[in-house]
T-cell receptor, first 114, second 113 residues
Framework: EAQVTQNPRYLITVTGKKLTVTCSQNMNHEYMSWYRQDPGLGLRQIYYSMNVEVTDKGDVPEGYKVSRKEKRNFPLILESPSPNQTSLYFC?????????????FGPGTRLTVL | QQQVKQSPQSLIVQKGGISIINCAYE??????FPWYQQFPGKGPALLIAIRPDVSEKKEGRFTISFNKSAKQFSLHIMDSQPGDSATYFC????????????WGLGTSLAVNP
């Protein structure tokens, strides 16, 4: 089944404790991205990657890091989480063909930073 | 600065009614306009999309109307059902712009039985 998986789905942590949210896709997509979703603010892009070893900042990159060592994986790293990073996070991968473009989203990771 | 403005923020419709969500954009270079549907506890999923060379696209009960001169596009859900209750996001993209989608803030739709 074509899918984007994220782990963990739920995480409660404390300020300053480094964490990684994993993202993996099995569709051989080149483009992947991370979003955070907050009430009233919609979806905001954190980082994106056009291909292996190619990453760039989105709209809200502060406090986050990413890496893309393999095509299928795109982990999100919070080196020193803070309470304002409490949010719902989505990983997405995308393809474009025949004039159609689609982003496939993972199930989300709900992060709480105390 | 919100490049894609979506309204209303929330919408309540009776079963069988028509749900209408509107979006307006500023950048005339946008050439792809999708709508995504998100159910609680799930990630958004592509519902329907349109390019500016057509004024309307219909897929089942879902229709996108596109007005290029007004820089507006809207989603119409005909015969709305309780199962359509979800958050809907419009978005826009410019070809070659690193495939970056510019998102509206979302509309929470509730369809009453």
């Amino acid at each position: 089944e074509a899918q984007v998986t994220q782990n963990p789905r739920y995480l409660i942590t404390v300020t300053g404790k480094k964490l990684t949210v994993t993202c993996s896709q099995n569709m051989n997509h080149e483009y992947m991205s991370w979003y955070r979703q907050d009430p009233g603010l919609g979806l905001r892009q954190i980082y994106y990657s056009m291909n292996v070893e190619v990453t760039d900042k989105g709209d809200v990159p502060e406090g986050y890091k990413v890496s893309r060592k393999e095509k299928r994986n795109f982990p999100l790293i919070l080196e020193s989480p803070s309470p304002n990073q409490t949010s719902l996070y989505f990983c997405a991968s995308s393809w474009v063909a025949g004039g159609r473009y689609e982003q496939f989203f993972g199930p989300g990771t709900r992060l709480t930073v105390l | 600065q919100q490049q894609v403005k979506q309204s209303p923020q929330s919408l309540i419709v009776q079963k069988g009614g028509i749900s209408i969500i509107n979006c307006a954009y500023e950048n005339t270079a946008f050439d792809y306009f999708p709508w995504y549907q998100q159910f609680p506890g799930k990630g958004p999923a592509l519902l329907i999309a349109i390019r500016p060379d057509v004024s309307e696209k219909k897929e089942g009960r879902f229709t996108i109307s596109f007005n290029k001169s007004a820089k507006q596009f809207s989603l119409h859900i005909m015969d709305s059902q309780p199962g359509d209750s979800a958050t809907y996001f419009c978005a826009a993209m410019r070809a070659g712009n690193n495939r970056k989608l510019i998102w509206g803030l979302g509309t929470s739709l509730a369809v009453n039985p």
